[in-house]
Structures are given as C-alpha cells and as structure tokens.
C-alpha cells in the first residue's frame, strides 16, 4: 500500500499485460517493457492506465503525492508531454488531483451517505429482481491489514482480516466484482465459510454473533481498468460505478470494508434508511 520503488532495471516501461493483483503485499515489480507491437495504444494512454491499475490496486492512496512529472518521465523513459497528457487524463477522469505549488495527488471525490444508512447486500438486490446469478469466487486469504485497509477497519495493521474477491454473473455475463476486508477478532471463523452457498451478511452475523446495523457509503463513476475490466468482460475504459461500504455491527464495531465494482446499465434495488 506505500509508494514501491522500482526493482533492478534501471528504466522500466510501461506494462504490456496487467499484473495480477497481490492483496497482502504492498508493492509490486516495476513495470515490463512492452513489446513493439503492443498495438495502437498511446504513450500516454498507457502510463495512464498504469497509474490507474496502481490507484485502483491500493499501491497509490488517497492524498497521496505522485512522483513529478520528470521523475515519471525518467522512470518510464517518455517525454515530459507525455507524461503531462496522461496525468491530464487522469485529472479528467477524478483520479488525480493537482494543487499549486505541491504536486499532484490521488483525489478521492467519492459522493457520500452519512453513516446511519442499512448496508446494501447485492445478493439481497438480485433475489428482489427476481434475477438467478451465480458467484465466483477469486480469491480468498487471510492476511496483515494493509495500512489503508487497517485504517478503514479502526484496526492496527498487524492484524489479520481476511481477503474475498467475487464476481456474480447473471446469465452467464459478470454484473460485479466485489473485493472485502473482515477482521478476523470481531468475526472468528468466517473464513472457512463457503461464500459460492452462504450470503456474506449471513455468514458475519453467524460468526460474529452480533447483527449487522448500519453502513457508511460512497460512491463515484469511474473506468474498469485493466484488471477489473477483465473481471468484469469489458473494455478498461468501460465505465463503472465503484461502490464504498464501511459496515458495522450492533455495537459499533467495524466488520468489513468492501469496493464494489458495478458494471454499467445494471440496476441495484435496496433500502437506505436513517437509524
């Protein structure tokens, strides 16, 4: 989750093939150099894509500073212009953000509901619809908290939480993508459930043995990327609705933190109701 140095080779280029997303490690290998016929991507549209995967993946956080406009340039062996295009349009799309005289920073520009509100459960939304889905489930793993994520779950970043990445399809296509962080002290043995039959909801309430009260959200328009695109069938500038759920427990305890990536055109039906 803190900045990454890059490794050995002295100037790295950008990526030719996403790098798959490693949750309990904070840092991952400098960029490969593509090959000449990568296509017709653009210089620039490629940084941008790999500081994008790199805001997206949590290597990058909010208020973060990036490095300078020549140090990328150095970094990636481009020109300043380049670099200068790419970082414009991530500004465009409310990734980064710029303030005079200090740099440019990751924005964090999600709208909010105040906390109060009923946790929004999909399989819940999907059920009502009257849709039949399918979960898959990616990856799940117990690890140290990174330190975003330990901020998020009022929880020292030494502590495990457990790790879930699903997508649920309907009709055989991916609707979303949904990745989660549970600690563990407040939900023990959560994470030997099966999540392809048991609801998540269910599964917290049964091993925390408290019931699941409120949420915070927030949420913003946003473009898959590279790896969710992949995981969700569409292009990586295929727009998205990015979902944000901090949830808590009947004593106030923080039981998960979760990103939930809506394909576009999908419809959500839940209740949002003040306590």
Same mark, same amino acid.
């Given at each position: 989750?803190?900045?990454?140095?890059?490794?050995?080779?002295?100037?790295?280029? &950008?990526?030719?093939?996403?790098?798959?997303?490693?949750?309990?490690?904070?840092?991952?290998?400098?960029?490969?150099?593509?090959?000449?016929?990568?296509?017709?991507?653009? +210089?620039?549209?490629?940084?941008?894509?790999?500081?994008?995967?790199?805001?997206?993946?949590?290597?990058?956080?909010?208020?973060?500073?990036?490095?300078?406009?020549?140090? #990328?340039?150095?970094?990636?062996?481009?020109?300043?212009?380049?670099?200068?295009?790419?970082?414009?349009? +991530?500004?465009?799309?409310?990734?980064?953000?710029?303030?005079?005289?200090?740099?440019?920073?990751?924005?964090?520009?999600? !709208?909010?509901?105040?906390?109060?509100?009923?946790?929004?459960?999909?399989?819940?939304? #999907?059920?009502?619809?009257?849709?039949?889905?399918?979960?898959?489930?990616?990856?799940?793993?117990? !690890? +140290?908290?990174?330190?975003?994520?330990?901020?998020?779950?009022?929880?020292?970043?030494?502590?495990?939480?457990?790790?879930?990445?699903?997508?649920?399809?309907?009709?055989?296509?991916?609707?979303?993508?949904?990745?989660?962080?549970?600690? +563990?002290?407040?939900?023990?043995?959560?994470?030997?459930?099966?999540?392809?039959?048991?609801?998540?909801?269910?599964?917290?309430?049964?091993?925390?043995?408290?019931?699941?009260?409120?949420?915070?959200?927030?949420?913003?328009?946003?473009?898959?990327?590279?790896?969710?695109?992949?995981?969700?069938?569409?292009?990586?500038?295929?727009?998205? &609705? &990015? !979902?944000?759920?901090?949830?808590?427990?009947?004593?106030?305890?923080?039981?998960?933190?979760?990103?939930?990536? &809506?394909?576009?055109?999908?419809?959500? #039906?839940?209740?949002?109701?003040?306590?």
């Amino acid at each position: 989750m803190s900045d990454h140095k890059p490794s050995t080779s002295n100037k790295p280029a &950008l990526p030719n093939k996403p790098a798959t997303a490693v949750p309990n490690k904070s840092a991952v290998a400098a960029p490969n150099k593509p090959a000449t016929a990568a296509g017709k991507t653009s +210089l620039h549209a490629q940084l941008a894509s790999d500081l994008r995967e790199k805001i997206y993946r949590h290597e990058l956080v909010s208020g973060q500073r990036i490095a300078s406009e020549h140090k #990328l340039a150095k970094r990636y062996s481009l020109s300043r212009g380049t670099v200068r295009k790419a970082i414009s349009a +991530l500004i465009e799309e409310g990734l980064l953000k710029t303030v005079q005289g200090s740099g440019t920073f990751v924005a964090d520009h999600a !709208l909010s509901h105040p906390a109060g509100v009923r946790p929004l459960s999909f399989a819940a939304s #999907l059920h009502q619809q009257g849709k039949e889905f399918q979960t898959h489930l990616l990856a799940k793993e117990v !690890l +140290l908290a990174p330190r975003e994520v330990a901020q998020h779950l009022n929880i020292h970043p030494s502590e495990n939480v457990m790790f879930m990445r699903r997508v649920r399809s309907v009709d055989g296509q991916p609707v979303m993508c949904q990745e989660s962080w549970c600690p +563990l002290r407040e939900c023990p043995g959560i994470d030997e459930v099966d999540f392809t039959q048991v609801a998540a909801f269910d599964a917290v309430e049964q091993c925390s043995g408290r019931r699941i009260k409120t949420a915070q959200m927030r949420y913003v328009a946003r473009v898959a990327g590279r790896q969710h695109g992949e995981y969700l069938a569409v292009d990586e500038t295929a727009p998205v &609705l &990015l !979902l944000i759920q901090t949830i808590f427990l009947e004593d106030g305890a923080i039981i998960e933190w979760s990103l939930t990536w &809506l394909k576009a055109g999908q419809e959500i #039906l839940g209740t949002a109701t003040q306590e």
